[in-house]
């Protein structure tokens, strides 16, 4: 403690850097977006596979079938996961570095769940490249974090 005032004294105050403030807003767009929609379709998941079934007689759009397979338990992990990558996030914004730890381990289950709930045999490689680029471009950071 005694340390941190005198580093505000001083001046020292650890600043968050460029490339560290554009990854968190750009984690709280895609968290905070995937969040309200797995919510919102876990709790009006009734509604959400008819307008989907409706949706899929009149267009062909790839994955739409994936999504009709899924359960509403799906979409609350999927929430809880967003929930838990948002939080990392935010520890992140504030100079944590647990919240490098939070994050990492929801980008995990972010790859696992859908092949646990779908029994895919391989992970999704678009969620393998961009979990992965944000992992290693938010580790570079960690020198700044305490």
Known sequence: ??????????????????????LCILTFIGSGMNFISSIMIALFYDSFIAVTET???SFNLP???????????????????SAGSFTGAYLMWKLKKA????????????????????????????DLILSGVFVILYSTNLKYMS
């Open 1 to 22: 403690m005694e340390d941190l005032l005198q580093d505000q004294i001083q001046g020292n105050i650890p600043k968050r850097t460029k490339l560290l403030t554009i």
């Open 55 to 57: 949706i899929s007689e």
């Open 63 to 81: 994955g739409l079938e994936m999504l009709l397979e899924g359960k509403s338990v799906f979409f609350a992990v999927s929430a809880l996961i």
């Open 99 to 126: 919240g490098f730890h939070v994050y990492t381990i929801f980008q995990i289950l972010l790859i696992l769940a859908p092949m646990y709930f779908f029994e895919l045999p391989t992970p999704s490689f678009l």
